[in-house]
């Protein structure tokens, strides 16, 4: 069975500084997409960054950026130039060919509670 | 703009009152699916869509049905809620059923209490 495991419920960063988000993920499956969301206290899902399993250069979208390591089964988002604004829950979540069934479910961390401070 | 929509946003209901939750997305994606959030529980999906007519089990059916009779629509139905339904409810739809790598996109949610 997949898993994805954020180890970190809470991290605090100053503003304009980076910060890492890290997660790692367990599945048997060669073929698998990870994804970041974000989820402000208004509740909706963001989603920042994507990674397949075969990419192989780390994803880049913007001050998101993703640290794959593949043999270390990990996935880290590191968010640099922090703002007030990306204080929010973030969730890892993964996608694979496999889990279970054909349903290619997303399978989402605990999440990580970032506050950034002024 | 591309988007997926969910109505209502929120909602106060009292246990037994059938109710339908939307959602509908205008990117003609195939794949379309339905979670729950509760503390401590993360996210857990409830039933998903690979198209038109196909629907499925996911995580946690119980109490709940679904139907896809047109592509863009994937409605949520609670024909007797109960109080352990309250939690927040997501809509997210991604384009392609068989491509496991595609990008679910998330509605707004919808906070759903049960009294």
């Known amino acids: 069975a997949q898993k994805i495991t954020q180890t970190q419920p809470g991290m605090f960063v100053q503003e304009k500084e980076a910060v890492t988000l890290d997660c790692t993920y367990d599945?048997?499956?060669?073929?698998?997409?990870l994804f970041w969301y974000k989820q402000p206290s208004s509740g909706e899902m963001i989603f920042l960054i994507y990674?397949?399993?075969?990419?192989?250069q780390n994803a880049t979208e913007g001050r998101y950026s993703l640290n794959f390591q593949k043999a270390r089964k990990s996935a880290n988002l590191v968010i640099s130039a922090s703002q007030l604004g990306d204080s929010a829950m973030y969730f890892c979540?993964?996608?694979?060919?496999?889990?279970?069934?054909?349903?290619?479910?997303?399978?989402f961390g605990k999440g990580t509670l970032l506050t950034v401070n002024p | 703009e591309a988007q997926v929509t969910q109505n209502p946003r929120y909602l106060i209901t009292v246990t037994g009152k059938k109710l339908t939750v939307t959602c509908s997305q205008n990117?003609?994606?195939?794949?379309m699916s339905w979670y729950r959030q509760d503390p401590g529980l993360g996210l857990r999906q409830i039933y998903y869509?690979?198209?038109?007519?196909?629907?499925d089990k996911g995580d946690v059916p119980e109490g709940y049905k679904v139907s896809r009779k047109e592509k863009r629509n994937f409605p949520l139905i609670l024909e007797s809620p109960s109080p352990n339904q309250t939690s927040l409810y997501f809509c997210?739809?991604?384009?392609?059923?068989?491509?496991?790598?595609?990008?679910?996109?998330f509605g707004p949610g919808t906070r759903l209490t049960v009294l």
């Open positions: 997210a739809s991604s384009l392609m059923a068989e491509y496991h790598t595609d990008t679910q996109y």
């Open positions: 869509s690979m198209n038109v007519e196909v629907t």
């Open positions: 990117m003609n994606h195939e794949y």
């Open positions: 990674q397949g399993s075969y990419d192989q």
């Open positions: 979540a993964m996608r694979d060919a496999w889990s279970g069934g054909s349903n290619y479910k997303l399978t």
């Open positions: 599945t048997s499956d060669p073929s698998y997409g």
